[in-house]
């Protein structure tokens, strides 16, 4: 059966199933959010108002056997940054939304009656919008329990905690893994949308889908092999991230002078050995747990973890990289298992770790608590954030806003939304990245410090202007692309240094529809989408002034090199020459 | 000019196995990094070298160390 979009109405609490458009038929995951978004979202409406649509879509391969392929996207119009936003996340959605037919679930309007919270539950030609007051004001968790109970354990379940519920900035939406713990599509205030739509939770059927269909299942076999293959031989995503996970990037972004620290004030932290991977795999093995751990079903890379604390108890899993920065080198705290501890209690509340934690490394320079107080950044968050109090919601407002409450000037945002753990000055690709993205400051979204540090597809020497726009506009293509096929962002390796990779992924997208898809034309998809996005932010009255860096980067040099940020705004702006 | 110059090594991800962290040395003048991985045994078979900065800046294997340097390798890392 054709693959239909499945369309709510939170006004009305009703829904219809609709024909694909032949126009959206080759588009899936951020290709398809983006474009319906764009269709259908105006972009000057209120984004917590009834005019702003949330768009689930999984991939164009999710669902399939192909590793690495479960990846689904939200789209919407953000509240934290006023422009388009997409996010993907791993987890058991994006297979299950596939495999059941649903090319995007699309959920438009504000209930009137706005006093209690409603669960949307997605099943084969059908979609119940039931109330459910029994779970408002609980967790991640909790609701993760009860959805269980009720269905299955491998029901699907995206949904929202607290914060969400209060529409606040810094909350996400929450995913369901494999294992039943929790990922998110982190970024943008998301969960606000959510909130305001009334929805505390999402379930999607596991139990009566069908299999997806080949047109040419030993071409697609075939393909698939050579793409697993390309993923395992690599030793990034063979070795190094199965290994240490994400958070192997601290001692190496530290060393190179490039890991934020203090409210961005140096790019060396103090505390980089007591956070590092190294140190992390060590605990791990020490203490019992898991260095490796797939967010969803079909991944061979296994970046995720499972990080127990000193007496072999969980702590967290999916312990990465970003969060461990935010709260260990910008904000000092050198616990690794108190960090531990707060990132478990941001997956129940449903926090977005990076515009949190960049969030609190701003509130020691409003005085609000001191650099390295880890148990004054769990209270704030448990006490405060949590409950929504005056503290807890000026918290929850994001850095941008707290920075404007508070009279600061040091404010590490683009687009109103927080810089992630590399450092603009000193990592000069990952800055155009930043600026430029239509998402807002978003480390993903063309993954620079792959050559400016790594050594992935080429060098790029980090401390020059040279190369960087080029650099950053080719990653942000391919990645607008990569997104669009529900694959990990971490097949960006491969595919960067070995030339089997990508043709294996294309050949994957034709035995599965029976076109004929050329390299061209997967990079043409990547620069519309691209554009896609920058028209409706235009449209919904951001400018190429937004696509600047705080002023304080262009006069602060930053240690240990002791760079500024030096783009001209023309140079900035060639990035759209395209 | 002297014979000799101090050098600090540092290791990470899988070169710290059943080697070291961070060490200081010394060597001749005129050691490049090359001469350095030799030694540790870091070969193109097992874990090549991914990353080689002096400094905090990145290097070639050729460069000729100076009095006081930090070496730091790494072997291909990633993540995001
Ligand atoms: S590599 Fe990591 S982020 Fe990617 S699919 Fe696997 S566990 Fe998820």
């Known amino acids: 059966m054709a693959d239909k979009i499945y369309r709510v109405n939170m006004k009305e609490l009703s829904f219809k199933i609709e024909d694909v458009p032949n126009h959206w038929m080759g588009l899936g995951g951020r290709g398809l959010t983006s474009t319906i978004v764009a269709a259908e979202v105006d972009p000057e409406c209120h984004p917590l108002g009834p005019n702003n649509k949330m768009v689930f879509a999984p991939g164009l391969l999710s669902g399939t056997s192909a590793a690495n392929s479960g990846r689904n996207s939200l789209g919407a119009k953000s509240p934290l940054t006023g422009g388009i936003k997409e996010s993907n996340v791993g987890g058991t959605i994006a297979g299950i939304m596939a495999k059941l037919g649903v090319k995007a679930l699309i959920i438009e309007g504000i209930p009137e009656d706005n006093s209690t919270f409603y669960h949307i539950h997605v099943s084969r030609d059908n979609v119940e919008i039931v109330q459910v007051p029994e779970l408002v004001g609980k967790d991640n968790y909790f609701v993760l329990d009860s959805m269980e109970k009720k269905y299955s354990k491998k029901v699907a379940v995206m949904t929202i905690g607290r914060p969400g519920e209060m529409k606040m900035l810094v909350s996400n939406i929450s995913v369901r893994d494999p294992k039943g713990k929790l990922r998110s599509h982190g970024r943008g205030g998301l969960g606000a949308v959510m909130g305001s739509k009334k929805i505390k939770c999402i379930t999607v059927d596991a139990q009566n889908y069908k299999e997806v269909s080949y047109e040419d299942s030993e071409k697609f076999k075939a393909a698939s092999k050579i793409f697993t293959k390309a993923l395992q031989n690599n030793p990034i995503s063979g070795e190094g991230l199965p290994a240490f996970g994400t958070n192997v990037l601290v001692n190496i972004v530290n060393e190179a002078g490039g890991l934020p620290s203090r409210n961005f004030r140096t790019g060396n932290s103090e505390n980089a050995e007591a956070i590092c991977g190294e140190t992390m795999a060590e605990n791990i093995k020490e203490r019992g747990g898991s260095t490796t751990h797939g967010c969803h079903s079909g991944c061979v890379i296994q970046c995720s973890q499972t990080y127990n604390d000193k007496d072999g108890n969980y702590l967290s899993s999916g312990f990465e990289y970003e969060m461990i920065w935010a709260f260990g080198a910008n904000l000092g705290i050198n616990d690794l298992d108190l960090i531990a501890k707060i990132d478990a209690l941001m997956d129940d509340l449903g926090l977005d770790a990076i515009e949190m934690g960049v969030c609190l490394g701003l509130a020691v320079d409003a005085s609000i608590l001191k650099f390295g107080d880890g148990k004054e950044a769990y209270r704030l968050i448990k006490d405060e954030v949590a409950k929504g109090t005056p503290m807890g919601r000026i918290l929850g407002s994001g850095t941008g806003n707290l920075g404007k409450l508070y009279g600061l000037v040091r404010v590490p945002v683009v687009k109103n939304q927080s810089i992630p753990a590399y450092e603009p000055r000193a990592i000069k690709g990952q800055g155009i990245t930043y600026v430029t993205t239509p998402m807002g400051a978003d480390h993903t979204a063309g993954y620079a410090v792959a050559t400016n540090i790594l050594n992935s597809g080429g060098f790029v020497d980090p401390l020059k202007k040279d190369g960087q726009v080029e650099l950053s506009r080719n990653l942000q293509i391919a990645s607008a692309a990569i997104d669009s096929t529900g694959m990990c962002i971490f097949v960006a390796f491969p595919a960067l240094d070995d030339p089997a990779c990508l043709p294996a992924l294309i050949d994957m997208l034709n035995a599965r529809f029976g076109i004929s898809l050329t390299g061209d034309d997967v990079t043409n998809l990547g620069k519309t989408i691209l554009k896609t996005e920058r028209a409706f932010n235009l449209k919904a009255g951001l400018t190429s002034a937004d696509d600047r860096i705080p002023e304080f980067m262009k006069y602060e040099a930053l240690p240990p090199h002791n760079v500024k940020w030096d783009f001209t705004n023309e140079e900035i702006d060639e990035f759209w020459n395209f | ?80």
């Open chain 2, 1 to 80: 000019m002297s014979e000799n110059i101090n050098i600090t090594l540092k290791l990470f991800a899988q070169y710290r196995d059943g080697r070291f962290k961070v060490e200081k040395r010394v060597y001749k003048s005129g050691t490049t990094p090359q001469n350095i991985i030799d030694e540790l045994g870091i070969t193109k078979d097992k874990l090549p070298l991914g990353v080689l900065m002096v400094n905090s800046k990145h290097e070639k294997e050729e460069y000729i160390l100076q009095e006081g340097d930090t070496l730091a390798l790494f072997p291909k890392i990633g993540g995001g």
